[in-house]
């Protein structure tokens, strides 16, 4: 029979919540960053609003990054990803089954009989 | 063509593969960015605004790396301003240590000049920088601050001391599946130095060859 397939084979049906955090805090904190450091790099100086369109660029991204790994949630396409592997398993035990269950059927035991031989005590 | 042209394409052509060989990587890419600029001489403010092409580049050898940008344009004073336009050059050259996978320590100098009709005025400022990366989605998009001190500096001619501070960050993101990235930057640096101030702001677009780092 063929081997179960191994867990490597098999893609998360749920995304990872850690994942999407790591993903999240980079974008968040240098979004924050670029909004607030000109105020402490140019005291007193009228910053502009560029400040505004990259940093809030790069905390959506974090954002978006963040819901790329689907947290928690089931992800359908690896479902269905696992579902095959599955499949494609179960298929190829019951396959191997059959085949051997029809060669059992198929298979004749032929007895045939030698010349006869004396077996006494002395015989070494 | 002239001959020192052809010594440079034939270098651009040749570097990839040299570096390789060597176990180099390098990352070369195009700036353009809008450039604000606060300019404060005693107690005048004047502000400008204007285009700046330029270039970057950066060698990355396992943890040592060195960065050169250069950058030109024009500054126009904003309306009702009386001052004259300005031509501006702006470069620094950085070596640099990775010193954990996401922070990296550089230090070097970088230049500002400035062509107001007959004057010039030119700033150089040695840099001390750090530099923090963070993915966001691996070999896709990343994010990045820099932040730097003057270690020390001078401006005009007689030099007087000069000093400052800065930072910058951004976005990069990879363009397709080749090797073009893409990076929306600001920057904002405020050096001074008795009686000059100068807060320069830019937002740029860059188009970098090679991995960002």
């Keep these: 029979m063929p081997p179960a397939p191994p867990d490597s084979l098999f893609r998360p049906e749920r995304g990872n ?50 819901f790329s790994h689907h947290p ?19 298929r190829n035990v019951a396959e191997i089954s059959r085949r051997n269950a029809d060669r059992a059927r198929q298979s004749r035991m032929i007895i045939r009989p030698g010349a006869p031989s004396l077996v006494t005590s002395e015989t070494p | 063509m002239k001959p020192y042209l052809c010594a440079l394409v034939a270098c ?38 204007g285009l700046i092409l330029g270039a970057e580049g950066v060698l990355i050898s396992d943890r040592l790396m060195v960065r050169v940008r250069y950058g030109e344009g024009r500054i126009n004073p904003k309306s009702g301003s009386s001052a004259d336009p300005r031509e501006v050059v702006e470069g620094e050259a950085l070596f640099g240590v990775r010193a954990t996978p ?47 001190g003057a270690v020390s500096g001078n401006v005009g001619n007689p030099p007087i ?40 702001e830019s937002l740029t677009l860059s188009v970098i060859y090679g991995v960002p780092q």
């Design chain 1, 17 to 66: 919540t850690n994942g999407a955090v790591r993903a999240l805090v980079p974008g968040v904190v240098a979004g924050a960053a670029i909004v607030v450091l000109p105020k402490l790099v140019a005291t007193g100086e009228r910053a502009s609003k560029a400040r505004l369109i990259v940093g809030g660029a790069v905390t959506i991204a974090g954002v978006a990054a963040f």
């Design chain 1, 72 to 90: 928690g949630q089931r992800i359908p396409a690896n479902a269905q990803y696992n579902r095959n592997i599955r499949e494609s398993w179960q």
């Design chain 2, 12 to 49: 651009a052509a040749l570097l990839p593969a040299a570096a390789r060989a060597q176990g180099v990587q390098f990352t070369v890419g195009g700036i353009a960015g809008q450039e604000i600029v606060q300019s404060h001489i005693d107690q005048v403010t004047d502000r400008f605004t």
């Design chain 2, 102 to 148: 996401w922070l990296s320590l550089w230090a070097g100098p970088g230049a500002r000049a400035y062509t107001m009709g007959d004057t010039d005025q030119r700033w150089l400022i040695w840099t001390a920088r750090a530099t923090g990366r963070g993915t966001l989605l691996p070999g896709r998009m990343q994010t990045f601050v820099e932040l730097w």
């Design chain 2, 161 to 200: 001391k000069a000093g400052g501070r800065g930072a910058n960050g951004g976005l990069e993101m990879r363009l397709g599946d080749g090797n073009f990235w893409g990076r929306l930057g600001y920057r904002i640096e405020s050096t001074h130095a008795p009686s000059l101030r100068e807060t320069v």
